[in-house]
C-alpha cells in the first residue's frame, strides 16, 4: 500500500514537471506564455461576438474569457490523424485546411498556436479569409522564436513581417500586431523549456526519476518562480521591440 502511495504521489509530481497541472501559476515553468496569453485574450476578447469559430480549439482554454460570443463552435483534428489531443473537446472534427463550413459563417475566429502546426499554413489562413464574414475579427497567436515542440508536427515560425504578409494576401486586415514577452522572457522560457522537457523524457523511462522529481520539486518550484519574475522584470526594458519576442499576438479584419 505505501508503495502504491510512492508511485501515485511520484506520478503527480511528474505531471506538474511535465505541464499538466498548476496552469498558470507563478511557480510553474509554463507561466510566462500564460500569462501573456491571458493578458492579450482579456484584452481583445470583447472584440468577439457572435458565432465564433475556435480553430484547433484543444481543451478550448479561453472560452471563459469571450463572454460576448454567442454560438461557440470549436474545431480540431481528428484523433485518429496522429496529432496528439491531450483534453481536447471539440464539437467538430475537422481539417483546418478544407474547414466543413460555408463561406461567411462566422462573426469572429480564434486561432491561437495552431499554425505553426499545419504544413499548408497559406491554405488555412486562405479558409480562416473565407470562412469569415466581411468586417469579421480574428484573434491568432504565433510563434516567432520557440524550440521544436509536438514533434513532428511543427512546420514553421512566424516574423512580423511574414504573418502581415501572409494575412494581406488572404483578405485579412492587421488591425494590431503585439509581442507576448520580451527578451526575458525568450531567455528563461528556452531554459525552462530545456530543463523540464529533459526532466520529464527521463522520467518517462524511469519510475526512479519520478521519484527523484518528488524530492526536487520544491527547489524546481523555488526557481521557476525566480526565473518568471526576473524574466518580467528583463521584458520591462524590451517593451514594444519585436525583434527578441517569443510569440506574436494579431488582431486582423476580414475585408468588406
Known amino acids: 500500500m505505501a508503495e502504491k502511495k510512492s508511485a501515485h504521489l511520484s506520478d503527480r509530481i511528474y505531471g506538474w514537471v511535465c505541464g499538466q497541472e498548476l496552469g498558470a501559476n507563478l511557480l510553474h515553468f509554463q507561466f510566462l506564455p500564460s500569462f501573456y496569453a491571458r493578458r492579450d485574450i482579456s484584452r481583445d476578447g470583447a472584440r468577439l461576438t457572435g458565432r465564433l469559430l475556435d480553430l484547433g480549439c484543444g481543451n478550448q482554454p479561453y472560452r471563459q474569457f469571450l463572454k460576448g460570443v454567442g454560438q461557440y463552435i470549436g474545431l480540431d ?7 496528439p489531443q491531450p483534453g481536447a473537446k471539440p464539437q467538430v472534427h475537422g481539417d483546418a485546411r478544407t474547414l466543413p463550413f460555408g463561406d461567411h459563417s462566422f462573426d469572429g475566429l480564434l486561432c491561437s498556436q495552431v499554425l505553426e502546426h499545419v504544413d499548408q499554413p497559406e491554405t488555412v489562413v486562405r479558409e480562416m479569409g473565407r470562412v469569415l464574414k466581411p468586417g469579421g475579427v480574428g484573434l491568432i497567436s504565433i510563434p516567432f522564436f520557440y524550440n521544436l515542440h509536438m514533434e513532428p508536427h511543427d512546420y514553421f515560425r512566424f516574423s512580423p513581417y511574414g504573418i502581415k504578409a501572409l494575412l494581406a494576401r488572404n483578405g485579412l486586415s492587421v488591425r494590431q500586431l503585439r509581442g507576448q514577452g520580451g527578451i526575458g522572457t525568450l531567455l528563461v522560457q528556452m531554459f525552462h523549456n530545456w530543463l523540464f522537457s529533459g526532466l520529464a523524457r527521463r522520467a518517462r ?12 520539486l520544491p527547489f524546481l518550484l523555488f526557481l521557476s518562480s525566480v526565473n518568471n519574475l526576473a ?3 528583463l521584458d520591462c526594458l524590451d517593451k514594444n521591440d519585436l525583434r527578441f519576442t517569443p510569440n506574436l499576438w494579431v488582431v486582423v479584419e476580414k475585408s468588406t
Open 77 to 83: 483534428y481528428p484523433p485518429t490523424q496522429g496529432v
Open 231 to 233: 524574466a518580467l522584470a
Open 205 to 216: 523511462r524511469s519510475s526512479l526519476m519520478k521519484v527523484l522529481l518528488a524530492l526536487l
